[in-house]
């Protein structure tokens, strides 16, 4: 089943759809007359993008769908830079850090949510390669201003061609999605 995480949770978020990223200011074109909550429009990729990271690790990919993982999800995606996340999600929505923090807690339990209904009880392997299919849909609704490649240790995240469309790009991102795919740590180097 083929499903689209971002219009999914944009529609939980009584959205019709999420404007693209225009890829040359990195923000939502103004051309595009399409309102959008700033703070739904942060949530939804930063959530995703946090949950599309996670899984790239074959072994943890099935914990983000626990019960138990809900308690603790924003350590285990953002790690230490879980709060400058949360500031800089409020600094673009121009709302408070108790409203950004809040809206990610939601839009994460609802893509759990989205996910278990859509795929029954998922594997990790199942989990992994959602996202690996997804990563190019969220990073075209990311917002680069929120800088979230930093916070992640992958710069990748906030470039700009993860936003284009077209032919060249289009099959430059069939090939990113073969590089993407999760490791799995026993077959590091050094491991």
């Known amino acids: ?27 939502i074109s103004a051309a595009s007359g399409t309102y959008t909550d700033k703070l739904v429009q942060a949530a939804i990729p930063v959530v995703l993008t946090g949950m599309y990271k996670y899984s790239r690790d074959i072994h943890q990919a099935d914990q983000l769908i626990d019960e138990n993982f809900n308690r603790q999800w924003q350590d285990q995606l953002f790690g ?45 392997n199942m989990i992994a390669g959602l996202f690996t299919g997804q990563r190019n849909n969220i990073l075209t609704h990311l917002p680069a201003a929120i800088g979230i490649g930093g916070f992640l240790d992958d710069d990748s995240l906030d470039d700009r061609t993860n936003k284009m469309h077209g032919p060249v790009s289009s099959f430059m991102h069939t090939v990113e999605k073969v590089f993407s795919s999760p490791e799995n740590p026993e077959d590091l180097p050094g491991k």
Do not use: H
């Open 80 to 124: 230490e830079s879980r709060e400058l996340i949360i500031a800089e999600v409020a600094s673009y929505a121009d709302v408070s850090r108790g409203e950004a923090d809040a809206k990610l807690k939601e839009v994460f339990s609802q893509a759990v949510d989205v996910i278990k209904s859509s795929m029954g009880n998922p594997d990790a």
């Open 1 to 27: 089943m083929s499903i689209n995480l971002i219009k999914a949770l944009a529609q939980k978020q009584e959205m019709p759809d999420l404007p693209p990223v225009d890829p040359n200011t990195q923000d």
